[in-house]
């Protein structure tokens, strides 16, 4: 049973997709209750996956899909491969649904209306792409998953208003661009290794014949503009900011902590296991230079950005960008703890991002206000929502003991080791901006006077749903923010461990 | 001038006229999707350009003097190489390799189901602002627009 484990986290939620449909429109609970039994049942196995592999203590799981061909020697068929950073990827975007899913009970009603069951297939349509995404190990299958994923999150974006729409439209463009190039690249390295298996194309390319051809750099630069594209680098951006914040509150919710953390982590597989730390860090190419650069700039400009956005959904999108920044120059260092860094921000970043925005969807579903000015006043009204959203603000900042201290600190010392003092200084530029933007808001939140918001006429949020009263937070909404907020807290604590297993995780240098 | 010199399109275009079309074809594409103010017409940029990268995994399946890769009657069904009479041995350069023009099919679902995606939001944005072109889209988005 437990050699299935892999397959099972992507077949549960597959079939929970397909029985949400036909459930349809009347049966809206009997949906919820398909998705949180799928996705939670995918959980389990998510977290059994990583005892697993704790227990064999070989470093990797791997599964051949339908059993093709183990023992003749040439690869055929498609492969699962799951090693202690994929099976904590798997692990947190699993469960980043299913607490999503819990969020988004009392909230799907006003915000989908006639479309609830579609939420919740397109919900667990979009999970079992990304876990597919981290799992497989066959660069096209890679390709297929990442399209199905974006499709499934072109339509999630679409659900909300007119500006959703547009700004899902701007999404398709961009993210096809990306896709394709990155399809463009895997061509280019079948050509020259005539395999799509990502351990044989590592063979092949371990060697350092290759290196010097033409075609390897286009397949290099091809896959990683790609991959840019898709998680937001800063001058490939454009599509992220929109789609994020003009997207339905329980979509935006779950797809900014997943998404651009997902494309991180593909970009780490390309750069550590495709090509080979060898080829990237050291054939004599300056690219890596070139991009702890680009990510400084991206860093910069990403919180320049966000200090300049008045609202709340904006200014934490413009976060991402800087956030994808960090891990991107942490893992171009050349060093393994930058590395270890990168791979750590991932889990954390998804934690902190995930609270921030339940907490601020909450928020603005309150106040009725998407401004800044929601917050005044707030610590006294919604104790509580306040609490969740200072956990992650403080973690944004890097205070300890939240994760976002320790991420910072493994990127720093990171940044050192590697001599790049310029990166180093970016992110601690990056953490006062922060400090700036979350502690603006909570003296908003501690002193601002509350005159703009009256319970009585709280403004309608648009979509037809009653107005709701500032005090009455449902138990629906809280304890996912709770349970983000003790994510947050508990990577922080557990930082050495996690460490640990992702420092046998990085292939020799 | 390089371009003038007699031999360069002998050798540089024709043999590889496939590959030229096909980044051609591409630039296309992207020029559409990146410049076009009518939502459609950027649509129609993006087929172009999922088509182009069709055709370039097409062109590396096939060689010279090859056929469509099917056995034909009483031919073994697995390529062996020693040890086997030679009448059963499958000659790998008389057929075409099938796996780019597999994964293509995958490719073609793909960016069928993007395309569609695509129109049926474009159909909601024509419902909602009552027109596709992007500045005007962007005219009644702006705070002091007629929205």
């Known amino acids: ?509 | 001038m390089e371009f003038l010199a007699a031999g360069f399109i002998e050798d540089n275009i024709v043999p590889k006229f496939n590959y030229w079309i096909y980044v051609i074809l591409m630039m296309i594409g992207l020029y559409a999707m990146i410049t076009k103010n009518n939502l459609i017409k950027k649509l129609i940029g993006m087929a172009v350009f999922q088509t182009a990268i069709i055709l370039f995994y097409v062109s590396i399946g096939v060689k010279a003097e090859s056929g469509i890769p099917i056995l034909g009657h009483g031919q073994h069904h697995e390529i062996v190489d020693e040890g086997r009479p030679s009448s059963e041995v499958i000659a790998k350069e008389k057929f075409a390799n099938p796996l780019p023009h597999v994964l293509m099919l995958t490719a073609i679902v793909v960016g069928v189901s993007t395309l569609g995606l695509a129109l049926a939001i474009s159909q909601r944005i024509y419902i909602s602002f009552d027109t596709l072109e992007e500045d005007e889209i962007l005219d009644q988005l702006r705070p002091g627009g007629h929205d």
């Not at chain 1, 029985?19 to 039994?37: K, N, P, S």
């Not at chain 1, 050291?282 to 700039?297: D, P």
């Open chain 1, 1 to 509: 049973m437990t050699e299935h484990y892999p397959v099972l986290i992507l077949l549960v939620p597959l079939f929970g997709a397909l029985i949400a449909t036909l459930l349809g429109r009347e049966r809206q609970l009997a949906c919820w209750l398909t998705a949180l039994i799928s996705l939670g049942v995918s959980s389990i196995f998510a977290i059994g996956n990583i005892c697993v592999l704790l227990a064999s203590g070989e470093g990797e799981l791997r599964y051949r899909m339908g059993g093709w061909n183990e023992n003749s020697g040439y690869e055929v068929g498609i492969e699962l491969r799951i090693d202690m950073l994929a099976a904590l990827v798997v692990a947190v975007v699993v469960s980043v649904g299913l607490i999503n899913t819990i969020f988004a009970k009392t909230r799907v009603a006003g915000e989908m209306r006639e479309k609830v069951a579609f939420f919740y297939a397109l919900n667990q349509l979009l999970i079992v792409g990304l876990c597919g995404i981290i799992m497989t190990n066959d660069a096209f299958n890679l390709y297929v998953l990442i399209e199905i994923t974006s499709l499934t999150s072109y339509a999630l974006i679409a659900m909300g208003n007119r500006r959703a729409a547009l700004s899902s439209f701007n999404y398709i463009i961009m993210g096809t661009i990306g896709a394709s190039f990155y399809l463009l690249g895997v061509g280019y390295l079948y050509i020259k290794t005539g395999s799509l298996n990502i351990d044989d194309i590592h063979t092949v390319l371990q060697s350092g014949k290759l290196w010097g051809d033409a075609s390897i750099t286009i397949a290099f630069i091809m896959i990683m503009i790609g991959l840019w594209i898709k998680m937001a680098l800063f001058p490939l951006h454009g599509w992220l900011p929109n789609a994020y914040s003009y997207a339905p509150g329980v979509v935006g919710s779950f797809m900014a902590p997943l998404m651009t953390k997902v494309m991180v982590y593909v970009m780490l597989r390309v750069m550590l296991w495709l090509f080979g730390g060898a080829y990237i860090y050291t054939s004599g190419l300056v690219w890596g230079e070139l991009v702890v650069w680009m990510s400084i700039i991206a860093i910069v400009a990403g919180s320049f950005l966000a200090l300049a956005r008045t609202d709340i959904k904006k200014m934490l999108t413009y976060l991402i960008v800087a956030e994808v920044g960090y891990m991107v120059g942490g893992a171009w260092l050349a060093d393994g703890a930058g590395l270890v860094g990168s791979m750590y921000h991932i889990l954390s970043d998804a934690a902190m991002t995930f609270c921030l925005f339940l907490a601020a969807s909450i928020v603005i579903l309150r106040t009725g206000d998407h401004r800044l000015t929601a917050f005044n006043g707030l610590f006294a009204r919604m104790p509580l929502t306040m609490i969740g959203f200072t956990i992650g603000g403080l973690s944004m900042i890097g205070l300890p003991p939240t994760c976002g201290f320790f991420s910072k600190w493994y990127l720093i010392s990171g940044g050192i080791a590697a001599g790049h003092w310029s990166y180093v200084a970016a992110l601690l530029f990056s953490s006062l901006v922060n400090a700036v933007i979350f502690f603006r808001i909570f003296e908003r939140a501690y002193f601002g006077n509350i005159k703009g918001v009256v319970d009585e006429q709280l403004p309608d949020d648009g979509d037809g749903a009653p107005p709701l009263t500032l005090e009455r937070v449902p138990l629906s909404m809280l304890i996912p923010l709770f349970l983000a907020g003790i994510s947050v807290l508990l990577v922080g604590f557990y930082n050495q461990t996690l460490v640990s297993w992702l420092m046998d995780v990085i292939p020799p240098l």
